[in-house]
């Protein structure tokens, strides 16, 4: 439970922050940061319950992969790389879009800032987590 009110508030700032820092990414107060933040996190869980077949599945092949000698393990370590840079980007980019149709007082202009704040998203969720601890 704490976790997940820490990953709440890591989101809420992340928001905040993004919509200082992206012309396009508007979001209209605090509280609307913190609706998002909390629509985000349960939506996010929800599709990674959704994804984590199709990741363990592309797991499993890239170690299969790994066998093959000398290219093995740099197609596998890419996959895996690539594979899970996907994900969190496809599913943050997707929560962000939904997210901007759903909510009033949040607005997007177009999908270019949706990409950025996807990536800076990410950015910033790592970045705050290794300053928490």
Request: proline share 3%; aromatic share 10%.
């Amino acid at each position: 439970m704490t976790g997940a009110l820490i990953t709440v508030v890591i989101n809420t700032v992340a928001f905040y922050l993004i919509s200082e820092m992206v012309p396009g990414f508007d979001v209209k107060s605090k509280k609307t940061a913190f609706l998002m933040a909390l629509s985000y996190s349960f939506l996010a869980a929800l599709a990674w319950l959704v994804a984590l077949p199709i990741s363990l599945t592309l797991a499993f092949v890239f170690a299969i992969l790994a066998f093959i000698p000398l290219v093995g393990p740099l197609l596998s370590g890419a996959g895996l790389v690539i594979t899970t840079f996907g994900l969190l980007f496809g599913i943050s980019f997707g929560l962000l879009m939904l997210i901007d149709r759903v909510m009033d007082d949040f607005n997007m202009r177009s999908k270019t800032v949706a990409v950025i704040a996807s990536v800076m998203l990410g950015v910033l969720g790592v970045l705050m987590r290794v300053i928490i601890g």
